[in-house]
């Protein structure tokens, strides 16, 4: 038996044109894409920003949400973010909460405003990961607002580029750029700064959701768990004080009497830290150990044995009171300022 089939007639030439229907370019990027690495990157899967706290949300430091007055040294302020003293750092920053941008987007920023002539005072985030961007295309994006053209500078210890960015005339403005680095180099660092043109008194520049991603699309900006993001800043810094918890008695740690005068206090890092910390502490006087019903005041404090994961604090109470083989605490000496802090910057 024979079957027929009939099939109605196509034509060729509309097929072929729909073949060369336009496509976004994004979708162009995607098609032009040499591996399915480079196709994950653009789609921005996974964890893109190399950037930490980008959006401003925490800032262990203080309550900056007043203006402050910029200092003569390189000085943290929010998480992962310092000023350093170029020439002159005559300006003020403000932390502001909750700002809406142009797409609706509710988020912090960072503003800095000159009040000299020229101030140039650079806010630099340190990269840890700075092998990531090795021979490879990456993107800076942020959101920013300002009255007059600044730069920013990509600079790695061999290899360096300046960006002009113009001014705002005082509107949200959306930044991205695309770029490869010549050489790798030691370090990765990105700072926004005035060091060709002057930033004249009231001249200011605002910023918002600050990215770095590998690839040659900008993605929107990565916000992650509020847990995860702190526990990233805190690889780097973090506090114990008494002013969070309105506590005239906040207890910092346990401690191991050691001798009348010797104890030590044992602290557990959140999280596993860049490096083996610096300690930061309130007048010592602010601090006494409780042990035995008996208490004695502070007068000395130091790390005494310390790693990235735990560090043991030196203790000296030079009244005496304490009792060997004793246990204790470290209290807060009747003091809600009194605060600890372990510093692993880079």
């Not at 770095?212 to 810094?237: D, N, S, W």
């Not at 502070?298 to 044995?305: F, L, N, P």
Request: glycine letters at 6%; aromatic letters at 12%; proline letters at 2%.
């Amino acid at each position: 038996m024979t079957i027929k089939i009939s099939k109605s007639e196509v034509n060729l030439r509309e097929k072929i044109g729909e073949l060369d229907k336009p496509s976004s370019v994004a979708g162009e990027s995607m098609l032009r894409a040499n591996t399915t690495q480079e196709q994950f990157n653009l789609i921005g899967a996974g964890r893109r920003n190399l950037i930490i706290n980008g959006d401003f949300r925490f800032s262990q430091r203080g309550d900056y949400t007043s203006t402050t007055t910029l200092t003569n040294s390189a000085t943290y302020y929010l998480d992962r973010w310092k000023f350093y003293t170029f020439v002159n750092t005559s300006g003020t920053f403000q932390h502001k909460l909750d700002q809406t941008l142009p797409d609706g987007t509710v988020t912090n920023t960072h503003l800095h405003t000159s009040t000299s002539s020229d101030m140039n005072a650079p806010l630099v985030q340190m990269i840890e990961d700075h092998k990531a961007v090795w021979d490879k295309y990456f993107t800076v994006s942020f959101w920013y607002k300002s009255n007059k053209e600044t730069y920013y500078n990509i600079w790695n210890g061999t290899s360096q580029v300046h960006f002009l960015v113009p001014s705002s005339s005082g509107q949200w403005e959306k930044w991205e750029k695309t770029y490869k680095l010549k050489e790798n180099g030691a370090y990765f660092r990105l700072e926004f700064y005035s060091h060709i043109v002057n930033m004249t008194s009231g001249s200011y520049l605002e910023l918002a959701q600050v990215q770095i991603e590998l690839g040659k699309v900008a993605t929107p900006f990565e916000h992650r768990l509020y847990g995860e993001e702190l526990a990233l800043c805190q690889r780097y810094y973090y506090k114990i004080n008494s002013a969070e918890n309105n506590a005239n008695y906040q207890r910092f740690a346990m401690v191991n009497i050691e001798t009348s005068t010797q104890a030590e206090a044992l602290f557990i890092h959140p999280v596993t830290m860049r490096a083996i910390p610096t300690l930061e502490t309130t007048a010592v006087s602010g601090f006494h150990i409780f042990s035995a019903n008996a208490i004695s005041v502070v007068s000395g404090m130091a790390i005494d044995q310390a790693s990235p994961y735990s560090v043991g604090v030196a203790l000296t109470a030079s009244g005496g009171g304490l009792t060997a083989g004793y246990v204790g605490l470290l209290d807060a000496n009747n003091n809600k300022t009194a605060q600890i802090a372990f510093d692993a910057e880079l």
